[in-house]
């Protein structure tokens, strides 16, 4: 079993400055090995500041943003303007706060059909894995109160998707369409990242990392990627109701 990297930080503070660390450090390992680094970037409040901090670590460590392609884990079905946009809060709380960027970012269109987002942006993506042997050097995650991760929610048939990079996905409850990366695609990664900050996640994160087998009820214990690694990062307020054992991993280094 892929058993996780936990790191539980004392601030929100430290949450995001680690994890900005750690993904511009995922970046440089990939470019120095690859030549090029594919990351899939996720939406929601978690990772703002993470951004924030991680634009000006890329200015500051002059990363060759060149070689670095973006893709999302997820979108609404909204325009790019719209505050419920992942890719507009991406652009806002990263993208823009690097001079003149010359990242390569591959957005989902969620202002078009559902289903005409998805096929263009599966299309996309099945031209651009290649490039990076059919893998994602590194994909960001979060974790709703549900279970959920990207747009994977309990219940949908989504989570059984085999063939699709990327697919449109109807959630029930929220009587929205989204369009999500799939779980071949996540698992096949060579790292992922879950960020998780704030006591209403403290539940959700404790019973995903304690849970032994995945769960189509708990979408996020069906990441484990293979090869790859797989890592949580928290703050002390989600990761309140961990075990003892994991707690005790406080601050430890990251791989």
Known sequence: ??????????????????????????????????????MALCGGNTPRGAYRRLAELIVGRSIDQNRVHIIFSDERMVPPDNPES?????RQEFISHIPDSSLHVHRISGEVRPDLAATGYDHELQALFPQF?????????????????????????????????????????????RVTLTLPVINNARAVLFLATGKKKAGIVSEVCSNAAPRTDLPASLVRPHPGTLTWMLDAEAASKLASEKSSQAGRAMQ
């Open 1 to 38: 079993m892929n058993i996780p990297h936990i790191s539980i930080f004392p601030t929100l503070q430290a949450f995001e400055v680690a994890a900005a660390n750690w993904i511009a450090g995922k970046m440089t390992a990939a470019i120095e090995t690859r030549g090029e680094c594919l």
């Open 86 to 90: 992942n890719y507009g809060m991406i």
């Open 133 to 177: 042997g059919g893998r994602c050097d590194l994909v960001l995650l979060g974790v709703g109160e549900d279970g959920h991760t990207a747009s994977l929610f309990p219940g949908t048939e989504i989570l059984l998707e085999r063939a699709k990079l990327a697919s449109e996905v109807f959630v029930p409850h929220l009587d929205r369409w």
